[in-house]
């Protein structure tokens, strides 16, 4: 067999490939799951809340494995998740390599879209994936998923019931119109902030409103040109933030870090095998405590590229161990913060200080959220291994599913599903980043498979019973008496 050719062969060939590839496994799977209603309606057996990169991988699980699925995002078209939105990175963090959402299908993967279009030669010049171009392939994997995904759809209520469904309102953010979905399993897939969202130190609530942004706020590029701007926080988001400013004419940008140091290594990175993407949700209490606080402990570096983006700037500053004690406004409007190491003027904080999960401060989850169980309910760690993150984590069972907290009742919560960011100390780095989106995909559809069966054994018991397509016509032997035994039938091949 000869090597492939270097040149591009165009997304219409690749996308002839992918149906060819797919033919071969038999995928997706023909539907099996037993159509149900409540009264006249029809019940969809699963919603996912967030059609973003997690979202569209784990509805196409789902469908390649029988089971129908529907997709509700508030964003509109090609803009669901971060990448085009709230995201300033010039690059994607994790290598290029990565297979990501494609679920292991070959031609699925950004690879295979990326040299069918600009050919093997450009793949091995390319260093890290730009973040626009990421997004569009996002686009072009959720358009050659088959999934039907409904945009500018926001959740306003997700309420479980007893009857074996959740009672889904959504509203028409272009109309202003709600409807109604009734929906046998709910996932969702809402991102970083999925059950929470962005945070902040208690002293930013005496800065004036108009001058305290979080990195997750969408602002124009030049909305801090000719400012003076104080970034909290030394991580990733805050080196984007700080270069985005820097770029587009900001006077000055302090960056302020609590530590003595800038963390050098990404303890994550670390932590990626075959063994933690299958393994980790196996492993006791204590080990995936130890672990996740470990991580959290050294915190995770920013890339190498996104610090030379900002430090190549003169007039950007690094300033470690320090922190904000008070803060006052000047008389001109700016902001005075006061350190630990002296003053500092400023007329713009931005907040890259990650998010808390936070379940209260989402109406969508009213109906449920005082209900979930989270790991400080029942988990207590050893003096030094507090951790308020992994504290409010919710604790989720093998289907990523929420359980009741000890001393509540709420009927129907195992129908919903945590398939973001706050899973990973039940499930381990499988519900949102790119390295281990496939496995924890193809894990939460394997268990919706074998809830589904069990949930309609009995109807699946009596189409068994049911089925007659005959495998013989009955003409393929004639049937001989044994010699000398007249009363018995053998068969004979015909």
Same mark, same amino acid.
């Given at each position: 067999?000869?090597?492939?050719?270097?040149?591009?062969?165009?997304?219409?060939?690749?996308?002839?490939?992918?149906?060819?590839? &797919?033919?071969? @496994?038999?995928?997706?799977?023909? $539907?099996? /799951?037993?159509? *149900?209603?409540?009264? =006249? %309606?029809?019940?969809?057996?699963?919603?996912?809340?967030?059609?973003?990169?997690?979202?569209?991988?784990?509805?196409?699980?789902?469908?390649?494995?029988?089971?129908?699925?529907?997709?509700?995002?508030?964003?509109?078209?090609?803009?669901?998740?971060?990448?085009?939105?709230?995201?300033?990175?010039?690059?994607?963090?994790?290598?290029?390599?990565?297979?990501?959402?494609?679920?292991?299908?070959?031609?699925?993967?950004?690879?295979?879209?990326?040299?069918?279009?600009?050919?093997?030669?450009?793949?091995?010049?390319?260093?890290?994936?730009?973040?626009?171009?990421?997004?569009?392939? &996002?686009?072009? @994997?959720?358009?050659?998923?088959? $999934?039907? /995904?409904?945009? *500018?759809?926001?959740? =306003? %209520?997700?309420?479980?019931?007893?009857?074996?469904?959740?009672?889904?309102?959504?509203?028409?953010?272009?109309?202003?119109?709600?409807?109604?979905?009734?929906?046998?399993?709910?996932?969702?897939?809402?991102?970083?902030?999925?059950?929470?969202?962005?945070?902040?130190?208690?002293?930013?609530?005496?800065?004036?409103?108009?001058?305290?942004?979080?990195?997750?706020?969408?602002?124009?590029?030049?909305?801090?040109?000719?400012?003076?701007?104080?970034?909290?926080?030394?991580?990733?988001?805050?080196?984007?933030?700080?270069?985005?400013?820097?770029?587009?004419?900001?006077?000055?940008?302090?960056?302020?870090?609590?530590?003595?140091?800038?963390?050098?290594?990404?303890?994550?990175?670390?932590?990626?095998?075959?063994?933690?993407?299958?393994?980790?949700?196996?492993?006791?209490?204590?080990?995936?405590?130890?672990?996740?606080?470990?991580?959290?402990?050294?915190?995770?570096?920013?890339?190498?590229?996104?610090?030379?983006?900002?430090?190549?700037?003169?007039?950007?500053?690094?300033?470690?161990?320090?922190?904000?004690?008070?803060?006052?406004?000047?008389?001109?409007?700016?902001?005075?913060?006061?350190?630990?190491?002296?003053?500092?003027?400023?007329?713009?904080?931005?907040?890259?200080?990650?998010?808390?999960?936070?379940?209260?401060?989402?109406?969508?989850?009213?109906?449920?959220?005082?209900?979930?169980?989270?790991?400080?309910?029942?988990?207590?760690?050893?003096?030094?291994?507090?951790?308020?993150?992994?504290?409010?984590?919710?604790?989720?069972?093998?289907?990523?599913?929420?359980?009741?907290?000890?001393?509540?009742?709420?009927?129907?919560?195992?129908?919903?599903?945590?398939?973001?960011?706050?899973?990973?100390?039940?499930?381990?780095?499988?519900?949102?980043?790119?390295?281990?989106?496939?496995?924890?995909?193809?894990?939460?559809?394997?268990?919706?498979?074998?809830?589904?069966?069990?949930?309609?054994?009995?109807?699946?018991?009596?189409?068994?019973?049911?089925?007659?397509?005959?495998?013989?016509?009955?003409?393929?032997?004639?049937?001989?008496?044994?010699?000398?035994?007249?009363?018995?039938?053998?068969?004979?091949?015909?």
């Amino acid at each position: 067999m000869q090597p492939s050719s270097l040149s591009p062969i165009g997304l219409e060939q690749l996308e002839e490939r992918l149906r060819t590839e &797919l033919s071969y @496994l038999n995928l997706p799977a023909n $539907v099996w /799951v037993v159509p *149900r209603t409540v009264g =006249e %309606r029809a019940l969809l057996p699963v919603a996912v809340i967030g059609g973003g990169m997690a979202g569209v991988c784990v509805a196409t699980a789902l469908r390649y494995s029988g089971v129908p699925v529907e997709v509700f995002d508030q964003s509109a078209d090609q803009l669901e998740g971060p990448w085009l939105t709230s995201a300033r990175m010039e690059t994607l963090r994790s290598p290029k390599e990565l297979t990501g959402p494609a679920l292991g299908i070959p031609s699925l993967t950004f690879r295979a879209w990326f040299t069918a279009q600009f050919g093997e030669q450009a793949w091995q010049a390319l260093d890290k994936i730009p973040r626009p171009q990421w997004a569009e392939y &996002l686009h072009w @994997l959720k358009r050659m998923s088959g $999934v039907t /995904v409904h945009n *500018r759809m926001r959740a =306003e %209520r997700i309420e479980p019931t007893a009857n074996g469904y959740s009672r889904l309102t959504f509203r028409n953010l272009d109309s202003g119109e709600t409807s109604e979905v009734l929906a046998r399993r709910v996932i969702l897939a809402t991102g970083r902030d999925g059950l929470g969202g962005p945070w902040m130190p208690d002293w930013a609530q005496e800065l004036p409103a108009d001058r305290r942004f979080h990195s997750s706020d969408l602002w124009a590029n030049d909305a801090f040109r000719g400012k003076r701007v104080v970034v909290i926080g030394v991580g990733a988001s805050a080196m984007d933030c700080a270069a985005t400013a820097l770029e587009n004419g900001a006077s000055k940008v302090h960056l302020l870090a609590r530590r003595q140091q800038i963390p050098r290594i990404n303890k994550s990175k670390g932590s990626g095998s075959m063994g933690m993407a299958h393994g980790f949700w196996k492993l006791s209490d204590d080990w995936k405590w130890r672990i996740r606080h470990y991580i959290n402990k050294q915190q995770v570096p920013p890339p190498k590229g996104s610090t030379l983006r900002v430090s190549r700037f003169p007039n950007a500053y690094f300033h470690t161990h320090v922190w904000v004690e008070s803060t006052q406004v000047n008389p001109d409007g700016s902001i005075r913060l006061i350190t630990n190491q002296g003053p500092l003027d400023t007329d713009v904080v931005i907040f890259s200080t990650g998010f808390r999960i936070n379940l209260e401060v989402r109406p969508e989850f009213a109906a449920f959220a005082s209900s979930i169980r989270r790991w400080g309910d029942r988990y207590q760690p050893s003096v030094g291994q507090e951790d308020i993150e992994l504290f409010d984590s919710p604790d989720l069972g093998e289907a990523f599913e929420f359980q009741a907290r000890p001393g509540t009742s709420c009927p129907g919560l195992e129908r919903i599903h945590c398939f973001c960011y706050p899973a990973t100390l039940s499930h381990g780095a499988v519900a949102g980043d790119i390295p281990q989106i496939s496995d924890g995909a193809q894990r939460l559809a394997r268990a919706l498979c074998a809830a589904f069966l069990q949930e309609d054994i009995e109807t699946h018991f009596a189409q068994l019973e049911e089925y007659s397509e005959p495998e013989l016509d009955g003409d393929e032997w004639e049937e001989v008496p044994l010699p000398g035994v007249q009363s018995e039938t053998l068969f004979r091949n015909a």
